[in-house]
């Protein structure tokens, strides 16, 4: 623990100086929401008409431009497909010490840090299925925080775009990350300063750094790591995993074969031969060939298809009538 707070202490004091400058300085005259929405313990709304209950589902009924805080457990937060938008600050929603709540199906926008999970009480809660855009616009933030304590806790399936950083995993074991499109982040498209935790399964695109491992051990293969500035980064010397073994095969990276000119299929497997060494201690040591997408042989079928019916009917204007 010593070691973990050595690595990140710079960082977390930038980020709590800049979150304080956030909501210190009215003399900015930034336009601010009226008020921050609460899920009570009780089950009670608080603070908008735009969030209808109904047993533990609390859906939107309309775009919302404040922040949320869920003080309650076991219940599902969905959006709808609406927007929640902020002004820069704060969280878009916040939960300390909460379990089992899921968040949904909503675009999260222009907050501080989109959503926060934070204290040794989050557990087991799902972020699943929303688009989480321009959060840390202006300044230092995130998309998603999880941190302080924060465990098996699973993010799959949203889009996490353009935000300064993509997922920051702070102190914070065991989690999941999976099948995210995690692109365009100005920073970290994920920054892990924490252990045990998996980055699984993910499209990491265009980032400043894809990933950037301050501690280990963590896991992270079956992730596409496409044309990020600098792909992955280790800040120490940690170690973590960056492969599935030979079965579940490692990580495809953009620039592997401008790396690897010499590199070779071994037998037909769809992985490399060479290993993609990221620093003397971390390495995948089963980088995966590009696979084509799986519409592909049936496009080309059809492609053929077209071709030959073409073909058929020129010759059958081109036969005289008997």
Not at 5 to 13: E, F, G, N, T
Not at 39 to 48: C, K, P, Q, Y
Not at 194 to 215: K, M, P
Request: proline share 3%; net charge negative; glycine share 10%.
């Amino acid at each position: 623990m010593k070691i973990l707070r050595k690595i990140c202490a710079s960082r977390l004091i930038l980020l709590f100086i800049l979150c304080s400058a956030l909501v210190s300085l009215p003399q900015m005259k930034i336009a601010r929401a009226s008020e921050t929405i609460y899920i009570r313990a009780d089950g009670s709304v608080e603070g908008t008409d735009k969030i209808q209950r109904d047993g533990n589902v609390y859906s939107f009924t309309g775009n919302i431009n404040d922040s949320i805080v869920v003080e309650m457990d076991d219940i599902v937060v969905e959006g709808a497909g609406y927007t929640l938008r902020g002004d820069g600050g704060v969280a878009g929603i916040r939960l300390e010490n909460r379990r089992n709540v899921t968040i949904k199906n909503m675009q999260i926008t222009h907050f501080g840090n989109g959503i926060e999970l934070i204290g040794n009480g989050s557990q087991n809660n799902t972020i699943i299925g929303n688009n989480i855009t321009d959060n840390g616009h202006e300044t230092y933030g995130n998309g998603i925080w999880v941190a302080f304590g924060s465990s098996h806790n699973t993010i799959s399936g949203n889009n996490i775009t353009n935000n300064w950083e993509g997922v920051f995993l702070y102190m914070a074991s065991s989690n999941i990350i999976s099948e995210n499109y995690i692109t365009g982040n100005r920073w970290h498209g994920v920054w892990i300063c924490a252990v045990n935790n998996s980055i699984v399964g993910n499209d990491i695109i265009n980032n400043s750094i894809g990933v950037l491992v301050e501690i280990g051990s963590n896991i992270v293969y079956n992730n596409n790591f496409v044309n990020n500035t600098v792909q992955a980064d280790i800040d120490e010397p940690v170690v973590s995993i960056w492969d599935g073994g030979y079965s579940s095969g490692g990580n495809y990276w953009s620039d592997y074969e401008d790396r690897y000119p010499n590199a070779t299929e071994i037998d037909g497997s769809g992985i490399w031969n060479t290993p993609y060494v990221i620093d003397e201690n971390n390495q995948d040591n089963y980088p995966v060939i590009p696979e084509f997408p799986s519409w592909t042989p049936m496009l080309l079928i059809l492609i053929v298809l077209t071709v030959a019916l073409t073909i058929y009917k020129r010759r059958l204007l081109k036969t005289p009538i008997q």
